[in-house]
């Protein structure tokens, strides 16, 4: 089954204890992308991958960091988590690069930071 | 710089009434326009999307959406509605020329009830 998958899909962490959530898709896709979804601002873009090796900042960076190294992973990388990171996290990826193509979403990791 | 209005942060309706959920954007270019689903403890869903071509596009689940150019909106719509549609709705925007950058809007939740 072509899916994205993320795991953890709920994790309770304490400030400053680094965590990794990773992202894993099957579809063989070259662009892949972490948003953060928080209420009544809807799904906001962290960072995006075009393919491996190349990444780059969305509008919302600040305190998170990523890696492709391999096409069909792309964790999220928390090294000092705060409380403001408080947030429902998604990963997506699409065929290539191009908005016109379909993105898939994993199904969200809840984070919560104390 | 590109933006997305969701004009209702909630939308009640009765089971097999019609709906429309507004999406307006701002943009100086020209724009692809997408509406996704995000059922309860789910990941996104793309439900219809506009590139080009004939305004009316329809989607998934019976929804279609309608581009208007003049009033810069996109607006979601579905005849008839039913207790599995309650869900939340995203309108999303990117530039034709961005290639890789998705705007969504805040988000609406449909509340069907029976």
């Known amino acids: 089954e072509a899916q994205v998958t993320q795991n953890p899909r709920y994790l309770i962490t304490v400030t400053g204890k680094k965590l990794t959530v990773t992202c894993s898709q099957n579809?063989?896709?070259?662009?892949m992308s972490w948003y953060r979804q928080d209420p009544g601002l809807g799904l906001r873009q962290i960072y995006y991958s075009m393919n491996v090796e190349v990444t780059d900042k969305g509008d919302v960076p600040e305190g998170y960091k990523v890696s492709r190294k391999e096409k069909r992973n792309f964790p999220l990388i928390l090294e000092s988590p705060s409380p403001n990171q408080t947030s429902l996290y998604f990963c997506?990826?699409?065929?290539?690069?191009?908005?016109?193509?379909?993105?898939?979403f994993g199904p969200g990791t809840r984070l919560t930071v104390l | 710089a590109q933006s997305v209005t969701q004009l209702d942060s909630q939308v009640p309706v009765f089971e097999e009434a019609p709906v429309e959920l507004r999406c307006n954007y701002s943009s100086s270019v020209s724009v692809y326009l997408f509406w996704y689903v995000q059922y309860p403890n789910q990941g996104l869903q793309l439900l219809l999307k506009?590139?080009?071509?004939?305004?009316l596009v329809k989607g998934i689940n019976g929804f279609e959406a309608e581009f208007n150019k003049s009033q810069t909106s996109f607006h979601l719509r579905k005849p008839s509605v039913h207790i599995s549609d309650t869900a939340e709705y995203f309108c999303?925007?990117?530039?034709?020329?961005?290639?890789?950058?998705?705007?969504f809007g805040s988000g609406t939740r449909l509340l069907v009830r029976p």
């Open positions: 579809m063989n896709h070259e662009y």
């Open positions: 997506a990826s699409s065929l290539s690069r191009g908005t016109h193509n379909e993105q898939f």
């Open positions: 506009y590139l080009s071509g004939s305004t």
């Open positions: 999303a925007v990117s530039d034709v020329d961005s290639s890789y950058k998705l705007i």
